[in-house]
């Protein structure tokens, strides 16, 4: 795969290097030129935040729901910008929206989550963007399909686009639940795994999906060493047109973000150094016990394999299964663990095993 190596350090991405995490807010769309003036002047007198988010196309899920002011709001956008000295961002679905925003001094797009499903958009916008160095900030697909994410990452790159951002905003339920969007954390963990130099940012309102949940989201996303959030922000959010019930006034803005913490990377502390490196060669040796555990469990399970084959028994014993997620489960409760993560470590080590005794039964064949 591709290094990566070009990408430009979020900190290299405007005039001034940030001191803090990246802070994006504003509403979910432009509605009227009062309603953006006044949330912008709010949101300027907040000096963390340094980017002003408004959408101007919508791509909605229905139709004939509100699907933004288009062109007529670029111009609220230019006021705000010279107004109040913030970075303007837009978030664009094709080339045209693209060569708009260009035109208008709009300092960092945004791709939504619907539009990154599609290579074929994508293509298109990197295409126009060839070798412009403005900031582009990729969500996740709707569906939780890193290479779909990785590849829209990469079509911008090929083409010579370096200001690049993954864009966390969750991964659509096909039950309700707490949550609009699922955060799956480990996907933008194994994304921050895969292209290391690669900033991450957190968008908690559309994972939150109401106001209750935004700043636990976002201290864990500071907490997982994300590079910033983009916050829904809106002068009256209950007449808001588009996302009224996640977005937050400026007011609960400040709040939150006075209440987050930025914690370090790591410490020059030489006792917390200490502390650290006696724990991790303690997890050292658990995994190495866990792995030997569990080469030990296998090698049994191929020996009822074996004798499975030789009595003519099928693989699959449910009662058996049945036993062991019970009793485990119990087992692990009472150590703390919780049920999900039992229930899927079992699920890993018992496809393993029928694997395992597949492949014997089908040489005992042979
Ligand atoms: C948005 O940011 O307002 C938006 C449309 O989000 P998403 O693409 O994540 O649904
Ligand atoms: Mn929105």
Redesign the pocket.
Known sequence: MESFDKIISINNWFDKPLDSPLYIAGP??AETEEQIINTASEISKNSKINVFRA?LW??RTRPNTFEGVGNKGLPWLKKVKEKYGLLIAV?VANPEHVALCLENNIDVL?I???TVSNPFSIQEMAKSLANVQIPVLI?NPVNPDIDLWIGAIERFYNNGVYKLAALH?GFYPFERTIFRNIPKWEIPIELKIKLPLLPVIC?PS?IAGTTKFIEEISQKALDLNFDGLMI?THINPKQAL??SQQQLTPKQLNELLSRLIVRDVSSNDTEFSKLLSNYRSQIDSLDFQLLELLAQRMKVVEKIGEYKSLNNVKILQLPRWENIIGTRTEYGKSRGLSEEFITKLLQLVHKESIQKQTEIMSKSKI
Do not use: F, V
């Open positions: 979910c769309s959408g919508k791509p978030e945004w939504g989550a619907r969500k905003r968008d559309h829904e588009s996302d």
